[in-house]
């Protein structure tokens, strides 16, 4: 496990580190330092702070299950399938290490590994089931001399589900189990319960003889003295960590996004998104050594799979990404770069945050500051975001870049807010779909472009499915199968709201002139084209298939908010729809993933009539445009700027999005399913769903075939009317306008008290 540093010079390098960080934070730092909160004024002449760098991890490496440094400070790596490998130059170079019982396995496709592990002297210690998927797990002990020990453990551990394996940095063996023991292991293959936790632990490291636990159950990591043989108290330790990673995470057997490993003597390091945290056992402080804004620690999309800390006081860290990466101090470099980009988004982006890293990464001399207009626990509503952005971008203290959804877009056009991006959309036009990046063009002008896409789709019978367009076709088509399939659900949706939500995504790009006063009549044919699906839907349905609907509003309601409904992310989940709950599903494909899966759907038995198709608006092909970009036109950093938007839009970015990507090669990549392995069948997994009745029901996940692929590329070629939501606007409408839907007004009346209140809103 990893190895101490030793001597004072490495402990007076990284307190510079700290000290120098702190002062170029401006305060930063110390016993109350969190890694994140207001930017302080920097002094230009404090220096100091680590690089990172990064290399690729050996061939033939699938998945990480350990990364440690042996007390010879040798760094050893195991892969998810026991594959070994051993650095005697800090991850310089690599040198494999055969296991013959292992490989043998490896071609058994009823073999599993949950978990495996190797000491110093090349012990391996193995958590298995075999033939995969059985509930019993069994564990091995695998010698260096390839001598296999099954280990024995009391019955009580067998039942509990054994789980992980773990070593001490002294060879100390441990099994933890699905239930929260932990049981000792002898080289013999002999066991006895060592200590219960509080549920099943996700991650055991070890510090001298403290043993550190974390996981899903714990408010704060563990500290257990295996001397004493009690727990420790930590309050610095504990709060820092319910303060700042609550909801932390780990990956199974894989990464973390908060990795906590052992440093000098009783120090403990804290890396995540904060950044690099050091502390000491029972010390007041929690010192800031990397902050996370300034590194890819700080990039959501980044997980440890492990880290330490070197002799010479560098740190390696190994990613889910499959990069080892270094962070060297440089006493040249600024503590914090003076040269700045602000970036805003009205909420906050995980897409975008993590393009800000990555920024971040390849600019080491530019500090990215990310603002957030309404940042999660904070009492701001929407308009009062809006409006404190606005005042800045009066007063000139404007960001340089905006993420605008969610903003007032069209008006920062009209008002000149935005730069020209034309010569940037034109120099992207080969690597990218050019009609998405035009799709805002008005008058020759491109002033924001859409960093991803969705589209809103439906799945049903190919003969039924394939010829519908626009709002009219959706209502015809409607109330043809309500003649057909009387009391049958037709599209599961038993909301006049979350009708509205599906239908304004063909409709909503209409409700508005040019000059942003509101188009009644296009806000009243909508209005009318929903009632009449809505009551499609609704006329004789079945209780069940209604109840079934409140039973999700309720549950959505709960967990996510009463204004659920206005939500697009709620309408992606097709399983329902597998389940044959209702006859055709209509809602939103997220990303290649999901049309993966969703594809899958008419590879099914009994499914092999449906079509998955795009939902398609009276006046073209319609999208939904996510992190739209724009710079600001008034700052003075518009190549920075550019070369933003130039790297969120480029391939190596767009690969690690969300949603469908703008870039042709980011969206090839995203089909190639790299590290899934196919079977003969063309399959490469299965999704399921597990109801609250006990019914279980499973889709499996085919490979998409060269013609679905294509289909993709096609609805990204014809993709021109974007779908942008003005959350104000379309509250307003579908708010009164279910009134009308459920018949409780008249239409001009609906009409009349959305202008009224539009009016009111577009005057403040």
Known sequence: MGKRGTGKRVICMLTMAVVLLTAGCGGRGGAEEAGGGEE????????????????????????????????????MLLGKEGEAFVSEDEGDSWIGIERQWLTEKAGDS?????DVKMDSKGLLGIVYVEPAGQPSPKCVLLLPDETVVPVRFPAAGEEEGLDRFWISDTDRYFVSTQAGSIYEVQEDGSSALYLRTEGSPQTIQFQGDLMILDGYDLKA?????????????????????????????????GWQNLCLFPGEEDVIYLAGKNGLHR?????????????????????????????MLLDTGAFLAVSDQGKLIRFTYDPDKEAVPQEKLKVYSLEKNVDLYAAVSFYQIQNPDIFVEYEIGMEEGEAVTREDAVKRLNTKIMAGEGPDV???????????????????????????????????????????????????????VMIGKESEVSGIVGLTGLAEWMEQMREE???????GLCSEKAIMKICALLSAQEWRREGGEIDRAAVEAFLIRAKRIYEAQMDGIAQSSAERFLETDEYYTQYVAEDWMYDLTHYGFYMDYVAEHFNTFVGVSFSPASYMEMASIVKTEGFEDRALVPLKGAEGSVFIPETILGINAATRKKELAENFLKMFLGKENQCRLSGYAVNRA??????????????????????????????????????????????????????????TEDAVFEECVFEEGSRFLLGEQEIGETLDAVEKQMAIYLAE
Not at 40 to 67: A, H, N
Not at 423 to 447: H, P, Q, S, Y
Not at 485 to 491: A, K, N, S, T, V
């Open 485 to 491: 399939i009387p009391g049958e659900d037709l599209i």
């Open 221 to 253: 990591p563990l500290l257990y003295d295996m001397e004493q043989e009690e727990y420790v108290e930590d309050e610095v330790l504990s709060a820092f960590v319910e303060t700042h990673y609550a909801d932390r995470g780990f990956n199974g057997a």
């Open 110 to 114: 009823a073999f599993y590994i949950m």
């Open 666 to 723: 980011a969206l090839d990549e995203a089909f190639m399913l790299r590290g899934k392995e196919i079977g003969e069948n063309g399959a490469y997994g299965r999704t399921g769903i597990l109801y609250e009745d006990g019914r279980e029901l499973f889709l499996e996940l085919y490979k998409p075939t060269a013609e679905e692929i294509a289909a993709v590329k096609g609805w990204m070629e014809e993709a021109g009317i974007p779908y």
């Open 402 to 456: 905006l993420m605008l959804d969610g903003l007032p877009a069209d008006s920062y056009v009209e008002k000149g807010v935005l730069c020209e991006l034309n010569d940037l959309a034109a120099g992207l036009e080969k690597e990218t779909f050019g009609n998405v990046l035009r799709a805002f063009e008005r008058d020759g002008r491109i002033c924001m472009v859409p960093g991803q896409v969705r589209f809103p």
């Open 279 to 307: 502390h000491v056992v029972g010390g007041s402080a929690m010192e800031q050594i990397i902050d996370g804004r300034l590194s890819r620690l700080g990039n959501p999309q980044y997980g440890i799979v492990g880290m």
């Open 40 to 75: 302080k004024d920097v002094q230009q002449t404090t220096m100091g702070r680590y690089v990172e760098s990064e290399t690729d991890l050996p061939d033939g490496l699938d998945g990480v299950s350990g990364f440690y440094q042996g007390p010879d400070g040798k760094l």
